[in-house]
């Protein structure tokens, strides 16, 4: 059902594996009707059809257009990339290929023909495949089995083409009076390209193009991009103003019909992914049928097999969807930054391969981000206050639950003396609580009695003397209404079985109806309790020899509950607009700026969404950290979620990572990012990207404390961002392992 690239593929595959197998394709359009202009195809895509059926193989090598530039335009200037390689051909002669080969076999094509319902074929078909596109009509005709989730984005874009080949793939940014547009343009043929136009739905409509007709919309963009097009026109074929829908499916099978391509998932055409996914499911559904002795088996085995790259691919298109959603945000970087920050978007290019594909490039970014020779981004010094960072790697604030009365012992002093010594920039303790009833559970530490001072001050006294050079951080915060639990690994938010002690918060909600406890809502007194307890432990921090004070404002503890909307219900001075939420963590800011000594820096972590509806926004998030900023902080510290049980986190490497970036670029103030990061090659994307000024790790921590020096290690690095101690020294080069390159046969004996 569909004779697009999937539906034809898989059609003339099943026919060439067994002749016998009587095959119908339903295409509603004519054979020449298609959408859009031009395909892109990946190296690995065209060796799978190479391998499936070389007649294919051989047809589409005979009309491939290939490059291996990437031009990006920032303000007038081109920065060019190179060796990136693609390949693409007009999307009419990718399917008359395919009719070609499908007539060839013997597949029957209904042209200008709806498909019966999915329902009525299977009826009378052993194997129904719903090609039928991103509006699938069988996707929605079952929705209860298919469980489709339709996600619009906020974007518009337009497909058009040029009857010019432009000699690499272009981005270009056109800042017009009503706000940032982009151009994305790659060559299709030797005479012409594809040229899609996008912007916000906002700038669109300030426009005034979501009024134009398409040869309106078309001659509107050629004029916004006559520079890129070199004052030549732009064409469409029946193109529209579309916003970009993501489609997930829980399931991709129904019965004996299957979907593929987008009407089982679709993934943002900035990574040019649509075509390549189809004809990929197309492969993997035929294979596992061939494999398979029951159809079944076949069809929950295509979906084992193709989920897991599709959900990776849908990951990089959210990445690259997203950056371009918040482009704005990003121009007024350094045009080298601008264009590197670009190519990184997905998380699949990074620095490490970039240099691969061109390091004169790559070098021109690192001299333009301050990287001495032969320095890595990640070992850069930077500076917060008067206090200079040797490196950009931060041991991130990770609970441990240990304490005995709050009191750190041994267990600490191991802990975060070893990764002092294994070369972070900074070490942060783990969330230190001001007061007993302020702790998350029994096991955790704080800083409210003298006893706790004085543990803290051997922890810090051993960093500073056994790792001249790294720096460690106190983290203070209140658990709020999250207070009164088991130690993590007996029952994560659990309440204790006996020993309770009663909580408090901005509104008297319970973490988990039922479950937790009901805390009281602090009123002016409490307020002021909660005040002075912070300001105590800020003299204890002072006096415990802290380098750095990060404020907990996260993560659903006392100080996030009044940020966040689903969390703070009071009608009084501290609750209603975000103004008023931001008052009661302001002061108590302000109240530890006044004590912390003024040369020592102060950060603030925030959860920068709910991901939860109604909750705090990435909008909230910029203006939360715009406000901390003019008190005083120095650096935002941005995490996500973990406010309400029922959030919905879109999980992925480096996924907090875009709301640290929305904020570091458009308050211009320095951001430590956290999140799944977890390669020395992401730490060096981000920061060479600007998307943050540290970069926070926790359980690569955990998994080698020595993290930070491995990683210099890894990068034959030996400069000062990463001192090896002197008792370590001897271990500072990889360990040699056994031999992998044995000598090949010279010759070949019958």
Not at 199 to 226: H, N, P, T
Request: proline share 6%; hydrophobic share 40%.
């Amino acid at each position: 059902m569909g004779g697009g690239p999937g539906g034809l593929y898989a059609a003339a595959l099943l026919k060439r594996l067994d002749p016998q197998r009587e095959i119908t394709v339903w295409e509603r359009n004519a054979p020449d009707d298609t959408f859009g202009f031009g395909v892109v195809l990946s190296d690995e895509t065209l060796g799978g059809i190479e391998h499936a059926d070389p007649v294919i193989y051989r047809a589409l090598q005979e009309q491939f257009v290939r490059w291996d530039d990437i031009d990006i335009v920032h303000r007038g200037r081109t920065l060019t990339s190179g060796g990136h390689g693609f390949a693409a051909l007009g999307r009419r002669r990718l399917l008359h290929v395919l009719h070609r080969r499908c007539a060839e076999l013997g597949v029957r094509i209904l042209f200008r023909t709806p498909a019966p319902p999915a329902a009525a074929l299977g009826a009378s078909y052993d194997l129904v495949i719903a090609a039928d596109g991103v509006n699938s009509l069988t996707r929605e005709a079952h929705a209860d089995a298919f469980a489709p989730r339709i996600t619009t984005h906020r974007c518009r874009y337009i497909w058009l083409a040029a009857d010019f080949a432009f000699n690499a793939f272009r981005f270009e940014i056109a800042e017009t009076e009503h706000g940032a547009m982009q151009l994305h343009g790659y060559p299709f043929s030797p005479d012409a390209s594809t040229v899609i136009v996008e912007m916000r739905e906002e700038v669109w409509r300030a426009a005034g193009l979501d009024v134009c007709d398409e040869q309106e919309s078309a001659d509107r963009c050629a004029k916004i991009f006559s520079d890129a097009l070199g004052g030549r026109p732009l064409r469409g074929n029946n193109s529209s103003w579309i916003a970009f829908r993501t489609v997930v499916n829980d399931r991709w099978s129904h019965g004996n019909t299957v979907l593929i391509g987008d009407a089982a998932h679709t993934a943002h055409f900035s990574i040019g992914s649509g075509t390549k996914l189809a004809v990929e499911d197309a492969l993997a559904l035929v294979a596992c049928i061939e494999e398979h002795p029951t159809l079944d088996k076949a069809l929950a085995a295509y979906e084992a097999e193709r989920r897991p790259v599709v959900e990776s691919t849908q990951r990089a298109a959210a990445a690259s969807l997203r950056w371009f959603e918040e482009v704005a945000t990003c121009l007024d970087q350094p045009a080298r930054q601008f264009a590197f920050n670009l190519l990184t978007r997905s998380r699949r290019v990074t620095h490490d391969n970039l240099r691969l594909r061109d390091p004169a490039f790559t070098d021109s970014v690192e001299r333009d981000f301050g990287c001495p020779a032969g320095t890595p981004p990640m070992f850069t010094p930077f500076r917060l206050r008067g206090l200079t960072l040797r490196n950009r790697v931060v041991v991130s604030p990770m609970d441990m639950y240990s304490a005995v009365d709050g009191v750190p012992g041994d267990f600490h002093l191991v802990h975060l003396g070893a990764r002092a010594l294994g070369g972070a920039g900074l070490v942060m303790t783990e969330m230190v609580c001001v007061s007993a009833e302020g702790r998350i559970t029994p096991g955790c530490t704080g800083l409210y009695t003298p006893q706790q001072g004085a543990a803290w001050r051997r922890v810090t006294d051993f960093v500073h003397q056994q790792s001249p050079g790294t720096a460690i951080g106190v983290q203070l915060g209140h658990s709020g209404r999250k207070g009164s639990t088991k130690l993590m690994w007996e029952g994560i938010d659990e309440p204790l079985p006996e020993g309770n002690w009663a909580v408090s918060a901005a509104s008297p909600l319970p973490y988990r109806p039922g479950v937790n406890q009901v805390p009281q809502e602090l009123d002016s007194a409490g307020l002021d309790e909660i005040r002075e307890q912070f300001a105590s432990a800020t003299r204890r921090a002072v006096h415990s020899g802290f380098d750095l004070l990060e404020l907990h404002c996260a993560h659903g503890y006392l100080l996030s509950g009044f940020l966040s909307p689903l969390t703070n219900r009071r009608t009084d001075a501290y609750g209603g607009p975000l103004v008023n939420r931001l008052r009661f963590p302001l002061e108590v800011f302000d109240t530890i700026r006044d004590i912390w000594p003024d040369d020592r820096p102060m950060t603030v972590r925030i959860s920068a969404t709910d991901w939860a509806a109604g909750g705090t926004t990435a909008d909230d998030a910029v203006e939360i950290a715009r406000a901390f900023a003019a008190h005083g902080a120095d650096a935002i510290d941005v995490s996500t979620g973990q406010v309400v049980p029922d959030e919905q986190p879109e999980y992925g490497r480096s996924y907090q990572t875009p709301y640290a970036d929305r904020i570091r670029n458009t308050l211009s103030v320095p951001v430590i990012a956290v999140g799944a990061i977890s390669s020395w090659d992401d730490v060096n994307s981000l920061l060479l990207a600007g998307r943050a000024d540290l970069c926070a790790l926790a359980r690569p921590h955990l998994y080698d404390p020595h993290w930070t020096l491995h990683a210099a290690a890894e990068q034959d690095y030996a400069g000062p961002g990463a001192i090896w101690p002197d008792q370590y020294r001897a271990g500072s080069r990889r360990p040699p392992t056994g031999r992998t390159d044995a000598p090949r046969p010279r010759l070949t004996l019958d």
